[in-house]
């Protein structure tokens, strides 16, 4: 069983940014794909980006030239890295492991 454990949500100026990251275990991560999605109160979840098992990487359009999605195979884990962010309030960002391991969320939030 995948288990994912998100980190390094908070509280940030509009222009900020936040870096999180998502370790993995339980499975042979640097075989598989990893992915971030985002959920807004009252919003559904939405996809962030993704990187495939030799890192080639893929972003929504809102987040493309800010985000930056990596990931470290000799510590099972995926990073994502915002910039400039805007504001907007809070979002919960979610860790993915296709085909339906999600971590517990970490949240974080923009101010204006």
């Known amino acids: 069983q995948v288990q994912l454990v998100e980190s390094g949500g908070g509280l940030v100026q509009s222009g900020g940014s936040l870096r999180l990251s998502c370790a993995a275990s339980?499975?042979?991560?640097?075989?598989?794909?990893m992915a971030w999605y985002r959920q807004s109160p009252g919003k559904q979840r939405e996809f962030v980006a993704s990187?495939?098992?030799?890192?080639?990487?893929n972003y929504a359009v809102s987040v493309k030239g800010r985000f930056t999605i990596s990931r470290d195979n000799a510590k099972n884990t995926v990073y994502l890295e915002m910039n400039s962010l805007k504001p907007g309030g809070a979002a919960v960002y979610y860790c993915?492991?296709?085909?339906?391991?999600w971590g517990q969320g970490t949240q974080g939030t923009v101010s204006s």
């Open positions: 993915h492991h296709p085909p339906q391991s």
């Open positions: 339980g499975s042979i991560f640097s075989n598989n794909p």
């Open positions: 990187i495939s098992s030799g890192s080639s990487t």
